[in-house]
């Protein structure tokens, strides 16, 4: 996969014509966006580019951050010849090439950085293969992996590289990339500040996505800048709507579902016999009230649920028109049962919520460390055993570091969801208590 800013010199012409990402490719490591805990000073990388002398590396990270590049400028600012394969698209004749290349140039004095892009995609036995051309200095390796090199790459080969963990583009970084853009085409993107920020968080910190949705929006010469809404309609297609010739169908299953929202079991009753007596599939029907179930009960009642699964068991058991009385029972039992939508109003925010978000890093202390290097990197540190607590309870923070807690769920109080409520209440009294 190739990656930010990733690119062969080209000529002039070549380059005019060269996807906006590629001709904002960084020419030196400060000019990298993001991964200054690497390329800083006293990061990893700019720590060995002042030492002159570079180790054998996998880089791991995300897409879109930076990985081919570092690759690339790494070789510059160690005097290394640069050659790059992809493992997929290369096999072991390709690796015994660039080896064989390597150990003649190395004979002329020039020390070579091979650059395996998605390395994971390689199978145990090549990753064997480089072995012995890094432990004799054939060539200086460089991975590049999105994937988790514990898992995905021979512990021997690993042995022998340092891993650096590259960070997902934050807003900044991103902002940074937009605002480079700007200067290259000579105008502003046609956007409202807070167009800018969505087109920010739609990218989940790849920078070359953003380019490239950035690249498309310059082309379209808008008069008036974009709105978020707008800058939506614009980047991605609206769903389709139900074919009209089905229109009475989809009024029906309304009519049922808004009458059992508004607990009045008889008109509920008609309109599932509208549909039942219409010749419509009870099984599709009984789906919809499972979904009510979940959608307009939740905790309210939790046997809503239980019922209408139930029901499809006997059904299914049964067969028309007998199993038909089941579909009835569930739909009588949520017409009649205490209503919340807490449940479905916290999917909603919560989806939301994780869209703007991305791929944010949970606390290092409740991620799961299987291995040697990921305790190393400080996964798992720290974690508070729940169960250790006199009260079951730590009263821990498992929010990411970038975002604040959030509050998605608020239980309604009727039926049972008033008891989550009071446990809820409970555990946030502790948890204020124990963080004063």
Not at 42 to 50: E, N, Y
Not at 363 to 390: E, R
């Amino acid at each position: 996969m190739a990656d930010l800013f990733a690119s062969d010199e080209t000529d002039d012409a070549t380059a005019d014509a060269a996807p906006l990402a590629d001709r904002l490719r960084p020419r030196t490591l400060g000019e990298v966006v993001g991964q200054e805990h690497l390329t800083g000073p006293d990061g990893t990388i700019g720590r060995m580019v002042a030492a002159g002398k570079l180790a054998s590396l996998v880089l791991w990270g995300p897409p879109g951050t930076g990985k081919t590049t570092i690759a690339r400028l790494l070789a510059d600012a160690v005097g290394l010849r640069f050659v790059a394969i992809s493992a997929v698209f290369s096999g072991v004749a390709d690796l015994k090439k660039a080896f064989a290349e390597a150990r003649q140039m190395a004979g002329t004095g020039k020390r070579t950085l091979l650059f395996v892009d998605e390395i994971h995609r390689f199978n145990r036995t090549q990753q064997d293969g480089f072995l012995p051309y890094v432990e004799d200095g054939t060539v200086t390796l460089v991975g590049a992996t999105t994937e988790n090199p514990s898992f995905e790459i021979n512990a021997a080969l690993l042995s022998r590289a340092q891993v650096v963990i590259l960070n997902r583009l934050d807003a900044e970084a991103l902002g940074t990339l937009l605002d480079r853009a700007e200067e290259q085409e000579g105008i502003a993107l046609p956007l409202t500040a807070e167009a800018r920020q969505a087109l920010i968080a739609s990218a989940d910190g790849d920078g070359r996505f953003l380019l490239n949705q950035a690249e498309t929006l310059f082309s379209i010469g808008a008069e008036e800048p974009l709105d978020p809404a707008a800058l939506a309609d614009f980047l991605h297609r609206r769903v389709a709507v139900y074919d009209k010739d089905r229109e009475g169908h989809y009024n029906l299953i309304s009519a049922l579902h808004k009458s059992m929202r508004g607990s009045d079991p008889q008109a509920s009753l008609y309109y599932l016999a509208r549909m039942l007596t219409a010749g419509e599939e009870p099984l599709y029907v009984l789906r919809r009230i499972t979904r009510f179930a979940s959608e307009d009960i939740g905790l309210a009642d939790p046997q809503a649920l239980v019922q209408c699964l139930a029901a499809k068991d006997a059904y299914e058991f049964l067969g028309s028109p007998e199993g038909e009385l089941a579909i009835v029972q569930a739909c009588l039992y949520c017409a009649t049962a205490p209503k919340s939508n807490a449940a479905y109003a916290a999917q909603k925010a919560a989806w939301r919520s994780a869209k703007e978000t991305g791929s944010l890093m949970p606390p290092m202390n409740i991620v799961n460390a299987p291995t040697k290097l990921m305790k190393d990197v400080g996964y798992g540190k720290g974690y508070a055993y729940d169960h250790d607590d006199p009260e079951g309870f730590s009263g821990a923070d498992y929010w990411p570091d970038e975002m604040d807690p959030q509050n998605y769920y608020r239980p309604r109080e009727r039926g049972f969801e008033a008891k989550v409520a009071e446990r809820i209440a409970y555990w946030e009294r502790l948890r204020a208590e124990r963080n004063d």
